[in-house]
């Protein structure tokens, strides 16, 4: 399966499409992490990144659509995969369909303000990156990884001025895509609100109909 998950910030994209990529055996690819992981690491391309990242905007096209291109080409992923936080503009949707064009895309819905909630309320491993939210799944220990014990942090992108910021970007330049891929007919929804358990049970459910 090549799927692309596509919700706005706080829709709990990431941490379904983890448990998405675990049910299918999937490589799990997120933009969002390879350009984090750029920018720690100091590299040209995290240096360009940066802030974009910083201010909640997007990234431009040219430079993701290039990166993602080539980890579509490493060997794990030649066949199977699930894109998460690609791609984001119609652009970015043009070039992935020319280069390794999706065979169903999942939308993830929810009102708005659940999603500034969620976002200010996310907290990840500064080591191991697991995520967890202080709201719907808190760690056993104030701010301490139940996996390995180091200090969670909060993104800078996910402080709320930012999130915000990130919503309306996500609005202007990716919503753009549900009626892009209705279109083509691969285009599939499922309801985010409720617990993880919830969600994933649905995402089954609307993955089931699927080619
Ligand atoms: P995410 O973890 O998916 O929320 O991504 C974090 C940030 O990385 C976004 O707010 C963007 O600045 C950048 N980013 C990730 N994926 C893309 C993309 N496909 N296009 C442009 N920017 C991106």
New binding site residues.
């Given amino acids: 399966m090549r799927l692309v998950l596509l919700g706005p910030?706080g829709s709990g994209k990431?941490t379904q499409a983890v448990r998405i990529a675990q049910h299918f055996k999937l490589p799990h690819i997120?933009?969002?992490?390879i350009?984090r992981d750029n920018v720690s690491r100091n590299t040209e391309l995290g240096k360009k990144a940066k802030s974009?990242?910083d201010k909640?905007?997007?990234?431009p096209d040219e430079l993701?659509v290039e990166m993602t291109k080539h980890r579509l080409a490493q060997k794990d992923s030649q066949k199977d995969w699930i894109l998460?936080?690609?791609?984001?503009?119609v652009p970015?949707a043009e070039a992935l369909d020319k280069f390794a064009p999706p065979e169903v895309v999942l939308n993830l819905f929810i009102e708005s303000a659940e999603l500034i909630k969620r976002s200010a309320g996310r907290r990840i491993c500064a080591k191991c990156k697991a995520v967890y939210n202080i709201h719907s799944n808190p760690p056993k220990a104030e701010d301490v990884c139940d996996k390995c014990g180091a200090d969670l942090m909060q993104r800078d992108?996910d402080k709320e001025d930012v999130v915000r910021h990130?919503i309306e970007v996500y609005e202007e330049q990716t919503r753009p895509l549900v009626k892009f891929y209705t279109q083509k007919g691969i285009l599939r929804s499922a309801y985010s609100a409720g617990t993880i358990d919830q969600v994933f049970e649905r995402i089954l459910e609307a993955l089931k109909h699927s080619p």
């Fill in positions: 910030p990431g997120s933009t969002g992490d350009l974009f990242m909640g905007l997007l990234v993701v998460d936080g690609f791609p984001r503009t970015q992108d990130r």
